[in-house]
C-alpha cells in the first residue's frame, strides 16, 4: 500500500497543475504561452538547471556518468524515429525531434523530483539539461534545415550548464543568495511550463490519429523500453537508474512544436502537434506504470 500512496504523492501535483492549466485554456481559448517559452528558455531552464545541479548533493561522477547515458538513450531514440518515418514516408529531418526529444523538463523533473527527491531531481536535470540543449540547437536545426552557430552561442542554458558542471567539477560551493534566486526561478518554471503543457492540450489538434498513435507508440512505449535495456546493459540501479527510466517515458515535448511553428511548414507543424498530444495522453496511462515500476525496483 505504502508504493500506492508514494505514487499518487508523485503524479498528483503533476496532473493538477496540468489540470489548472487545461482549465485555464478551456476558459479563455486564446492565452498566448509565449511568454512561458521566453521565460523558460531564456531565465527558468537556466536557473534550474544551475540550482538542481549545484545544490542537489549529486556528484560529478553521477552527472557526468547519466549525461553520458542520456546521449545513448536520445541517439537510440532518434535511430527508431527515423526508422518509424522512413516506413511511414515522413520527413525524417523535419519531423525527427519529437521522436527523440522527450518532455524531460516540464514533466520529468518534477515527476523525478517528487519521487526521489532533490538527488532525483539532481539527476533529473543531468538528463534534461542534455535535452533543453538539442532544443535549441539540433531541434532548431532539424526545424529548419540549416546550420547556424549563433544560435548555440545566444542559448542562456548552454552557459548555465557550463557554470554549473564546472562548481560541480571543482565541488565549489555556490553563494546563498543565487541559489536562493535561481530556486525561486526554476520553481516559477515548473509551475509555468506545467499549466502552459494544460493549456497547450486545449490548443493543439490531432489531425491523422492513426498516424499519430504509431508515433507515440514509439514515444512513450518504446522510449521506456530503451531506457530499461540501458539499466539493464550498464547494470544501473539505485534512484539514478529510476530517474533515467522516468525521464525515458516522457512524451514528446511541448518546445517542438513551438520551435517547429517559427520553422517549418504547417504540414509539419501539424504532424508534429498531433503527435505531442496523443502522446501526452498516452503517456497519463504509461508514465504511472513507469514511475511504479522505477519506485518498486530502483529506490
Do not use: W
Request: proline share 4%; hydrophobic share 55%.
Amino acid at each position: 500500500m505504502d508504493i500506492y500512496i508514494k505514487l499518487f504523492e508523485v503524479l498528483f501535483p503533476v496532473f493538477f497543475i496540468v489540470g489548472i492549466g487545461y482549465f485555464l485554456g478551456k476558459k479563455k481559448s486564446d492565452i498566448d504561452t509565449v511568454f512561458i517559452t521566453n521565460y523558460s528558455a531564456n531565465f527558468g531552464a537556466p536557473a534550474l538547471f544551475i540550482f538542481a545541479i549545484t545544490s542537489s548533493g549529486v556528484t560529478f561522477s553521477i552527472f557526468s556518468e547519466y549525461f553520458f547515458y542520456s546521449i545513448i538513450a536520445l541517439i537510440s531514440f532518434a535511430l527508431v524515429g527515423i526508422i518509424f518515418l522512413l516506413l511511414m514516408k515522413k520527413d525524417y529531418i523535419r519531423e525527427l525531434p519529437p521522436f527523440f526529444l522527450p518532455n524531460t523538463g516540464n514533466m520529468g523533473i518534477p515527476i523525478c523530483l517528487f519521487a526521489y527527491g532533490s538527488m532525483g531531481m539532481g539527476v533529473a536535470a543531468a538528463i534534461s539539461s542534455l535535452v533543453v540543449l538539442l532544443h535549441f540547437t539540433i531541434n532548431i536545426f532539424l526545424a529548419s534545415k540549416k546550420f547556424d552557430i549563433n544560435i548555440i552561442l545566444k542559448s542562456p542554458s548552454s552557459y548555465a550548464v557550463i557554470i554549473a558542471v564546472c562548481f560541480l567539477y571543482f565541488d565549489l560551493k555556490m553563494p546563498t543568495f543565487v541559489i536562493n534566486t535561481v530556486m525561486l526561478l526554476g520553481y516559477a518554471m515548473i509551475v509555468l511550463i506545467l499549466m502552459s503543457l494544460g493549456i497547450s492540450l486545449t490548443q493543439l489538434k490531432v489531425f491523422s490519429l492513426k498516424n499519430s498513435l504509431i508515433s507515440s507508440f514509439a514515444r512513450v512505449i518504446l522510449g521506456p523500453v530503451i531506457g530499461f535495456l540501458i539499466i539493464k546493459i550498464f547494470n544501473l540501479s539505485g534512484y539514478p537508474a529510476g530517474v533515467l527510466l522516468i525521464q525515458s517515458s516522457m512524451p514528446s515535448a511541448i518546445l517542438t512544436y513551438l520551435i517547429a511553428s517559427m520553422y517549418s511548414p504547417k504540414e509539419i507543424v501539424d504532424n508534429i502537434s498531433s503527435m505531442i498530444v496523443v502522446s501526452t495522453l498516452m503517456s497519463l496511462i504509461t508514465v504511472p506504470i513507469i514511475v511504479f515500476f522505477a519506485l518498486k525496483y530502483f529506490s
